[in-house]
């Protein structure tokens, strides 16, 4: 664990500073697609399909030199308290171009020339850290469906609430007022500690980003070895049928 | 995928035979299973597999203005996405007629059987009401999301409670919840849908089935009183076979409200 001591800081749920929600995964939830997973912290729940690769349409979108993944992150519209609209949106559209990007350093996407992998993410229910939740959904999908993976990535978001760092914010923290308010730090890990994702909404000084980059490090640990354990135990599901 | 010819002609010798590939009888299910109050953000919601199809329906409430045809009733809106999620059929983008289609047979369903009592919904004549939303998402689609759709709706609606209200400001305290129910009827409205492939009528087809079915209707009602109905797919059907269509949909309909009812 982090040398960070625990300063006592009361979060509103109870939680240690550095306590991730109870986490859940699950490969297979969607029989129809190559892959499938459901990943959730908390009550922020993400259930990610992988179908392909397959043949690129239209066609001029075809790369001849690599594969292409194409990441779709939508929320359902009952998924938070005041309903949103369905359909994409400025916000999702960037939320699925950043997950491509958090993932496509592991895949071993030039196995594919002209196809496409398709990853649709959605999520069921909002608690804040939806695109990690996402990510982690995503990773997990993809590793189902046999795609070719260098490494699986794990995604967790830091929250500054005030000068207090604290690891998978939740919705109540995220609008943290208080003192210096909130201040939210998504990022993406590979297991070999590569930063693959880092977004940044708030205020925060180099010395203390780099301890929340630390966290966040040995918060993706955790999660990769739940990602590890339920992929591995799947398979054992597979062999007993 | 789409369904080959030779699985299709083979759907079509066995059900001459009276028979199906998972060995139900033409007017039976595949097992459902419920689950109600799955999402916590939303006021009401269900998911309903049937089969391998799986969906998930949320009920949200907006209090808005009305329309200008109902100034002293609450508006009921239906919506339903097709995730690309679900299906390798279904794609991003605009909603398609497929998805269109399905929120408006299960909007009819629901709105012509009066289940809602919009007229409770109103909370300043001419100025205020409340908007029930009903979303729909398909998870994984193995045929019948109509039926599967409809059912999520009921179970939804059932369990939702009415947010709290702030009359003074005139805003919706979201994320509070009244212990108010949506004032609903007694009678529960159900979808049915009936295919019809060579000579014989089904019920609750697989994708499969679905993709060699060569007309279909479904039917809402609410004990014994239709109250919306529509025809899909090109080929006609005659007469003899539409009261057919309507004595298996009575069967059905008991059969199948038996298994949904601990739910409601």
């Not at chain 1, 980003?209 to 992929?231: D, G, S, V, W």
């Not at chain 2, 089969?51 to 009733?73: A, R």
């Not at chain 2, 908007?131 to 059912?151: C, R």
Request: aromatic share 6%.
């Amino acid at each position: 664990m982090t040398k960070e001591k625990d300063t006592g800081f009361k979060r509103t749920d109870g939680r240690k500073f550095n306590q991730i929600r109870e986490m859940k995964a699950k490969v297979g939830v969607v029989p129809n697609a190559d892959g499938s997973a459901l990943f959730s912290f908390g009550d922020t729940v993400a259930i990610a399909a992988v179908y392909g690769p397959k043949k690129m349409h239209p066609q001029h979108m075809q790369n001849p030199e690599k594969g292409t993944l194409r990441y779709t992150y939508n929320m359902l519209s009952f998924s938070v308290t005041e309903r949103i609209k369905p359909g994409p949106s400025r916000r999702s559209q960037e939320i699925s171009k950043i997950s491509e990007w958090a993932i496509e350093p592991v895949l071993m996407i030039d196995n594919f020339p002209n196809a496409v992998i398709d990853v649709h993410v959605n999520i069921l229910q909002a608690n804040a850290s939806t695109r990690c939740a996402g990510i982690n959904a995503a990773a997990l999908a993809l590793a189902h469906a046999g795609i070719p993976m260098k490494n699986i990535v794990s995604s967790v978001s830091i929250g500054k609430l005030d000068k207090q760092l604290v690891v998978d914010v939740s919705k109540h923290e995220e609008d943290w007022e208080e003192g210096e308010g909130a201040t939210d730090i998504p990022i993406t890990f590979t297991p070999n500690g590569d930063i693959t994702h880092i977004q940044l909404d708030g205020k925060i000084e180099t010395k203390q980003l780099k301890e929340a980059i630390k966290l966040a490090r040995e918060a993706c640990k955790e999660i990769y070895e739940l990602q590890k354990k339920t992929l591995k135990e799947s398979i054992k599901i597979n062999e007993k049928k | 995928m789409i369904t080959s010819n030779i699985t299709g002609n083979r759907i079509k010798e066995y059900l001459k035979l009276g028979k199906r590939f998972d060995g139900r009888n033409l007017d039976d299910f595949r097992e459902i299973s419920i689950e109600k109050g799955i999402s916590k953000n939303a006021e009401g919601s269900a998911r309903v597999k049937i089969g391998e199809t799986d969906v998930i329906v949320g009920v949200k409430m907006d209090v808005s203005e009305p329309y200008p045809d109902s100034l002293d009733k609450g508006n009921l809106m239906v919506t339903s996405e097709l995730l690309p999620l679900s299906s390798d059929r279904f794609e991003a983008g605009p909603p398609k007629i497929e998805s269109i289609e399905l929120a408006r047979v299960i909007d009819r369903c629901i709105r012509e059987s009066k289940f809602i009592e919009l007229e409770k919904l109103c909370i300043e004549k001419g100025e205020k009401v409340w908007t029930v939303f009903i979303d729909i998402y398909s998870i994984n689609a193995d045929g019948n999301l109509l039926d599967a759709a409809g059912i999520g709706a009921l179970v939804a609606l059932k369990d939702a409670k009415i947010p709290k209200y702030d009359k003074k400001e005139g805003k919706v305290l979201y994320g509070e919840h009244s212990n108010e129910r949506i004032p609903l009827k007694k009678e529960n409205p159900l979808t049915i849908t009936i295919h019809k492939i060579g000579e014989s009528l089904i019920v609750d087809p697989t994708r499969e089935e679905e993709d060699v079915s060569e007309t279909r209707i479904t039917i809402g009602s609410h004990k014994g009183v239709i109250s919306s109905m529509q025809k899909g797919n090109s080929k006609e059907i005659s007469e003899e076979d539409m009261h057919r269509v309507l004595e298996m949909m009575e069967d059905v309909w008991k059969k199948l409200f038996l298994k949904i009812e601990k739910f409601l």
